[in-house]
């Protein structure tokens, strides 16, 4: 009998169209490290629908309960057991080398220091040529691009003030240092976006 676990309604609605995106972007990749994997239905349905990938999830210690459970439901040869991850601590980071990586919802929880660092391992850890791809809200210009990231944004604060939505070109910023250039900035549903950036080594 299947344990009941945590459930994201967001997820199940954007996993759609970011297994569009990763198709296309992932297509020449083999191993993809997934940084804050959460409920893990990401990595379930991604693993699932790509199956030439090798789905490495993440997360930190005290989500790896319930993600393991998940994966370990799902019963998919490309899904091994998730990895503990906070980005925050190098020593966490996988020695393993990857040719992608993936990350939804994230950057706006983490705070900016962090932010900063999960891209100074990323660059560490990838490959020198690699293909990351980020989904989640962002602003343009110092604005937001639209009134419910406004809302959201103001919520996200409220619980902790180093939250909230990031800057486009303070995100690009980071990548660029790492030596990925972006290659396409996708609309999504909800008022989200996805970033796809590669490097060639």
Do not use: K
């Not at 391992?121 to 990231?149: C, K």
């Not at 070109?169 to 396409?184: H, N």
């Amino acid at each position: 009998m299947q344990v009941e676990l945590p459930f994201s309604p967001a997820c199940e609605r954007n996993r759609g169209p970011i297994a569009e995106v990763l198709t296309r972007h992932f297509a020449g990749c083999h191993n993809v490290l997934e940084v804050g994997s959460g409920t893990g239905q990401h990595a379930v349905h991604f693993a699932a629908q790509l199956t030439h990938l090798r789905w490495h999830s993440s997360d930190r210690a005290e989500y790896l309960p319930d993600l393991a459970a998940r994966i370990a439901q799902a019963e998919l040869a490309n899904l091994p057991a998730p990895i503990e991850l906070d980005v925050a601590l190098r020593a966490l980071w996988p020695r393993a080398r990857f040719d992608a990586a993936f990350s939804a919802n994230t950057l706006h929880i983490m705070a900016w220091p962090e932010v900063e660092r999960c891209f100074a391992m990323l660059g560490e850890t990838l490959q020198a040529r690699a293909t990351l791809v980020v989904y989640g809200p962002f602003n343009y210009g110092g604005r937001f691009s639209s009134d419910s990231n406004a809302a959201f944004d103001a919520q996200l604060r409220s619980t902790h003030s180093s939250r909230g939505i990031r800057d486009f070109e303070a995100v690009d910023a980071l990548a660029r240092a790492q030596g990925l250039a972006l290659l396409e900035d996708i609309a999504m549903p909800a008022n989200n976006r996805c970033l796809a950036w590669a490097r060639s080594g």
